[in-house]
Every structure is written in C-alpha cells, then in structure tokens.
C-alpha cells in the first residue's frame, strides 16, 4: 500500500510558477512510477506528466517546456515544477503511484493504482 499526500497548491499570476510535492507513504516508493494529473472545472481528469522508477520523464505537449517533474527518493517525493503558468493551468492536480512496468510512458488513469487527494492551482490575473 501508498498513500500520497500533495501540497504546495495556490493562487498565483500569470508568469509565475509553483511547486507542487507528493509525499509517499511507505519504503519501496522508489519502485514506483509516478504520474502528475489534473482536472478543471467541467472537464475529464488528464495526464500532466509522469517519472518512472528509474527517473526517465515524459510530459504533455501542453506543458512540454513549462513544466519539470524530479524525484528524491531518499525522502519518498516527486515533485513538481510550474513555470510560466497560464490561466489555463487553473485545476486541481493529483499524484499517482503504479508499481506497473509495461507501457512506459504510464499516461492513463486507470493504470494507476493509488492517488493523492489533489491540490488545487489557480492561475489568474
């Protein structure tokens, strides 16, 4: 079992960046590969970016650039860093864990088996 805990959420401008952090219970996190997703207001849940067990990343065109996940396995945390934020990077972000192998990168949902309860960003002027 993991249990994720995120934080690091906020309100903030447009050009200005925020660090989000997902703490892992539990001693073989460093086994997992991780996935950073969010959902805004009315829309599906989508993948943001993810790091897998080795610490290869993949990312979403739409923060291709931007966005910069890490991990630190000695502290059971993924972190992630927002730069450049737009208004439409307003969501709530959730972490997930998934001892899954196949299929790098791990961009569905539903191939993950545990989740933080989410943090909410919010991008506005």
């Known amino acids: 079992q993991v249990q994720l805990v995120e934080s690091g959420g906020g309100t903030v401008q447009p050009g200005e960046s925020l660090r989000l952090s997902c703490v892992a219970s539990?001693?073989?996190?460093?086994?997992?590969?991780v996935g950073w997703f969010r959902q805004a207001p009315g829309k599906e849940r989508e993948f943001v970016t993810a790091?897998?067990?080795?610490?290869?990343?993949f990312y979403a065109d739409s923060v291709k650039g931007r966005f910069t996940i890490s991990r630190d396995n000695a502290k059971n945390t993924v972190l992630l860093q927002m730069n450049s934020l737009k208004p439409e990077d307003t969501a709530d972000y959730s972490c997930?864990?998934?001892?899954?192998?196949?299929?790098?990168?791990?961009?569905?949902?539903?191939?993950?088996?545990?989740w933080g309860q989410g943090t909410q960003v919010t991008v506005s002027s």
């Open positions: 539990g001693s073989l996190f460093r086994f997992y590969n």
């Open positions: 997930a864990a998934t001892a899954r192998r196949a299929g790098w990168p791990i961009r569905r949902e539903y191939d993950y088996d545990y």
């Open positions: 790091i897998n067990w080795s610490g290869s990343t």
